[in-house]
């Protein structure tokens, strides 16, 4: 499994954190719509996964969807929420965490529309758990074409550009009560091992009220940024 994405809820339009992190020299882009869950976003992409800056845009359709992320975005309202993970294989994996006693949501199917009308889709996959300050486990993902396909899509829609495909995530630390539990527990769900092809996750006590995900670290990231609630590293790059 590879990191996919990092979800970051914000309370703004995708619009606006676009703008933001123009003006830091940083190439981000406009996602699009989840008709059904009432949110909208803007994404962040590396040479190999990306940001999420999710947030909701219609409160109405957002508190009636009985979708998990959707409901995370609720309670926390802003800052990280939690990590998405990339497979090949979302059955053979959901079949897994089942034999390994975890209760799953089963494969969802999902999509957004982005903001030329295009409609993209995907499989998603979560551990079942309620929305509270306890560490939320990554759902994970898998997409309706392949890596190389995807790109080419997003550089066709102007999306990433070349800067945005020499940036990398090192690694992820999350802060916890418990880190060596919580290590226990990823180290089960991701079948083993705490370093992804693409990144590495940490795990250190937190000194804050909610356990999530606290720093995220670029490669050959110094320069300090918080944006919404959370911390990023990012490599010296335009304005930053």
């Not at 006590?205 to 490669?219: A, D, I, P, Q, Y």
């Amino acid at each position: 499994m590879f990191l996919d994405h990092i979800v970051h809820f914000i309370d703004r339009k995708p619009q606006i954190a676009v703008e933001e992190w123009k003006r830091q020299g940083m190439h981000a882009a406009i996602g699009g719509q989840h008709l059904n869950w009432g949110t909208h976003n803007a994404l962040f992409y590396t040479k190999d996964s990306y940001i999420e800056w999710l947030a909701v845009e219609k409160p109405e359709i957002a508190e009636a969807a009985d979708h998990p992320l959707t409901k995370l975005l609720l309670h926390d309202k802003t800052g990280f929420g939690t990590i998405c993970l990339r497979t090949e294989s979302i059955e053979e994996l959901d079949n897994r965490l089942k034999s390994e006693g975890f209760e799953t949501s089963g494969v969802l199917d999902a999509e957004r529309r982005t903001d030329t009308g295009e409609l993209i889709q995907w499989k998603m996959l979560f551990i079942q758990e309620e929305a509270r300050s306890q560490l939320p486990a990554p759902f994970f993902i898998e997409w309706q074409e392949s890596d190389e396909q995807r790109y080419e899509g997003l550089r066709k829609r102007g999306a990433i550009v070349s800067a945005n495909e020499e940036l990398a995530i090192k690694r992820l630390v999350f802060g916890v009560n418990d880190p060596e539990a919580a290590e226990g527990k990823w180290r089960k769900v991701l079948g083993g091992s705490l370093e992804l092809p693409n990144c590495r996750l940490e795990f250190k006590r937190t000194e804050g009220v909610k356990e999530r995900l606290e720093e995220v670290h670029f490669m050959n990231g110094h320069k300090r940024l918080s944006f919404e609630d959370g911390v990023y590293y990012l490599p010296k790059l335009g304005n930053i």
